[in-house]
């Protein structure tokens, strides 16, 4: 039989460091001059390009970021480094992306009255993992007594609402009855702090959703989630080449094209009308109009991005009511954002309006999740 399906519960856990545009762009540029000190000669006789400086201006306008978070600080301003340093663990301890993932499992079990005997799946979905094997999410299940099972699954910036539709699809099928989608993106090791063009864009953060039955769901704030829709279109203008063939290419972990990486004016050109036409036709299917939609959790890249896609959907600027962003706060999240803005921004609905979360990016890939507030 059919089951209503609910979000029942969100954590969010962010790191306690900071990292202001202006902290980043000062580290940076001292970065930049020390480049092109070392690198004169060769500046002068063309084999080397001269480093740009950076622009905390530039910054906040392009993308609307002021800040982001950051795992740990010490390392990524260190001009000698440009890379947090992150002390390896043993074994036996708790992985760091594990450690972040179960911060915010424990305040979504909360938010959602849920303990870990009521939960019988975690998926762990994100743009990186730490590991390759044993999954992340089996570590964060055996660490919360939860019985069942656990995976990783990764999708760039559509980790998180790919999750959820696997969450959803299983418990509709009656596969499961509580799943956690855990998204802990843990992104500063994979900025390259040496690029102008990207060294801002990225913030570590943490987000838990849990997706369960209607019936089994107590907690104040619930959402049926009424329909999942993804799709995806091959493209490199996003890429990170980091992976475990690296070695076997010869190939160094520090070279610019292991980081992530991308061509941000097409793929802003190019995803935000897909993205548009994607959410519209997702509504259509339930036969709701950009205007009946109360709330829209987008993903978090750009400001910018969210205002055309809201404007094609709209025929207006969307109002912080309208559309939430929490980039100037987190910076882009990788899968992260639309749900770091549902679990900011999703108690004052009231109950029978409609919203919708949605990612793009990578991939590219576009999920989206049509809701109604219980
Ligand atoms: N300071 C000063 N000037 C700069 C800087 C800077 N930091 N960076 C670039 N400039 C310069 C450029 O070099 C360029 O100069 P010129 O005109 O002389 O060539 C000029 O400023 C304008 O540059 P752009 O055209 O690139 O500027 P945009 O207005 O397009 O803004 C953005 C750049 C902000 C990157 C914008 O294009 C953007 O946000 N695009 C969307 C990209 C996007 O959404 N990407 C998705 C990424 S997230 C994702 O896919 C998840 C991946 C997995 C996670 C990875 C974790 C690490």
């Not at 519960?9 to 070392?38: C, F, Q, R």
Request: hydrophobic share 40%.
């Amino acid at each position: 039989m059919s089951q209503a399906v609910v979000i029942s519960g969100t954590g969010l856990w962010k790191p306690e460091h900071t990292i202001t545009n202006e902290e980043l762009v000062e580290s940076y540029n001292a970065y930049a001059d020390k480049y092109n000190a070392e690198n004169a000669e060769a500046i002068e006789a063309g084999t080397v390009v001269a480093k740009p400086h950076s622009s905390a201006e530039f910054i906040y306008k392009a993308s609307g970021i002021k800040q982001r978070y950051i795992y740990i600080k010490e390392g990524a301003l260190d001009v000698n480094r440009m890379m947090p340093n992150i002390p390896a663990r043993a074994e036996e301890a708790l992985s760091d992306q594990a450690e972040i993932a179960i911060h915010a499992a424990k305040k979504a079990m909360v938010a959602a009255n849920k303990t870990g005997k009521d939960i019988d799946v975690v998926i762990v979905a994100c743009a990186y993992t730490q590991r390759y094997y044993p999954a992340i999410a089996i570590e964060v299940q055996n660490a919360l007594g939860i019985e069942g099972f656990g995976f990783d699954m990764l999708v760039a910036c559509s980790a998180a609402t790919f999750g959820l539709h696997r969450g959803y699809e299983m418990v509709k099928a009656g596969t499961a009855k509580c799943v956690m989608v855990i998204n802990p993106e843990l992104t500063s090791p994979q900025v390259n702090y040496m690029d102008r063009d990207s060294h801002f864009i990225f913030g570590d953060v943490s987000v838990a959703t849990i997706i369960e039955k209607a019936e089994t769901a107590t907690s104040a704030h619930q959402y049926e989630v009424l329909s999942t829709r993804a799709m995806t279109h091959f493209s490199n203008n996003i890429r990170s080449n980091f992976g475990y063939v690296m070695n076997a290419n010869n190939d160094s972990p520090l070279a610019a094209e292991q980081y992530f990486h991308q061509q941000g004016r097409k793929v802003f050109k190019e995803v935000c009308p897909m993205a548009a036409k994607h959410i519209e036709n997702h509504i259509g299917q339930h036969d709701l109009s950009a205007d009946q939609i109360k709330r829209w959790w987008l993903h978090q890249a750009n400001i910018n991005m969210n205002r055309l896609i809201c404007k094609m959907l709209l025929d207006r600027q969307p109002s912080q009511e309208d559309a939430p962003i929490v980039l100037d706060e987190f910076a882009n999240t990788a899968s992260a954002g639309s749900l770091i803005a549902f679990n900011r921004y999703n108690e004052d609905l009231e109950s029978g309006d409609f919203g919708l979360i949605c990612s793009f990016g990578a991939g590219y890939s576009i999920g989206s999740l049509v809701v109604r507030k219980v």
